[in-house]
T-cell receptor
Framework: DTGVSQNPRHKITKRGQNVTFRCDPISEHNRLYWYRQTLGQGPEFLTYFQNEAQLEKSRLLSDRFSAERPKGSFSTLEIQRTEQGDSAMYLC???????????FGDGTRLSIL | KQEVTQIPAALSVPEGENLVLNCSFTDSAIYNLQWFRQDPGKGLTSLLLIQSSQREQTSGRLNASLDKSSGRSTLYIAASQPGDSATYLCAVPRKAGGTSYGKLTFGQGTILTVHP
């Protein structure tokens, strides 16, 4: 069990650029979640995959955001035309069942200049 | 809509003290509650998960209780140590139209400082 891995750990970019984050879940976990956390707040749900199927997206996820999980393994989260308000910590979590603990990665901190 | 509140927002205690962190939720139709720890600049570490059929879970110096009917959970930390300093978050799965998929609604957290 190597844990949930996220890359990069930090991303600094100019407003208007596109960014992509990667999440590698725990290998036997078929459920994968993306959350966003801003300073002083708890994480907020963004989207959920079961295997390769994206089953739910939050209203927080505007059309500039897209997520994929090809072959039900790793997942990517892409933000197009970044805005100042996108600055946050993006967290990925995985679990093997709905009623089992979610395990989180260390997150990707995005800073928009 | 499920709302989760954590009290206090911050807590500072001397080393060795026992302490209690509180979590309340508005919709009691949950099937579990999870407590996490978050160190500065890091992700979340799962501490305890209590299923709705359970009233308590224990791990080392940590004990979490759940009272679904009153919408409350507590995290008890015994004999606190400076290494326990972190933000503690509680979270419950959120249901919409009978489907949850396990997505979590979090409280804002309690920032704990244990000083030597």
């Amino acid at each position: 069990d190597t844990g949930v891995s996220q890359n990069p750990r930090h991303k600094i970019t100019k407003r208007g650029q596109n960014v992509t984050f990667r999440c590698d879940p725990i290998s036997e976990h078929n459920r994968l979640y993306w959350y966003r956390q801003t300073l002083g707040q708890g994480p907020e749900f963004l989207t959920y995959f079961q295997n390769e199927a994206q089953l739910e997206k939050s209203r927080l996820l505007s059309d500039r955001f897209s997520a994929e999980r090809p072959k039900g393994s790793f997942s990517t989260l892409e933000i197009q035309r970044t805005e100042q308000g996108d600055s946050a910590m993006y967290l990925c979590a995985s679990s093997w069942a709905e009623n089992q603990p979610q395990h989180f990665g260390d997150g990707t901190r995005l800073s928009i200049l | 809509k499920q709302e989760v509140t954590q009290i206090p927002a911050a807590l500072s205690v001397p080393e060795g003290e026992n302490l209690v962190l509180n979590c309340s939720f508005t919709d009691s139709a949950i099937y579990n509650l999870q407590w996490f720890r978050q160190d500065p600049g890091k992700g979340l570490t799962s501490l305890l998960l209590i299923q709705s059929s359970q009233r308590e879970q224990t791990s080392g110096r940590l004990n979490a209780s759940l009272d679904k009917s009153s919408g409350r959970s507590t995290l008890y930390i015994a004999a606190s140590q400076p290494g326990d300093s972190a933000t503690y978050l509680c979270a419950v799965p959120r249901k919409a139209g009978g489907t949850s998929y396990g997505k979590l609604t979090f409280g804002q957290g309690t920032i704990l400082t244990v000083h030597p």
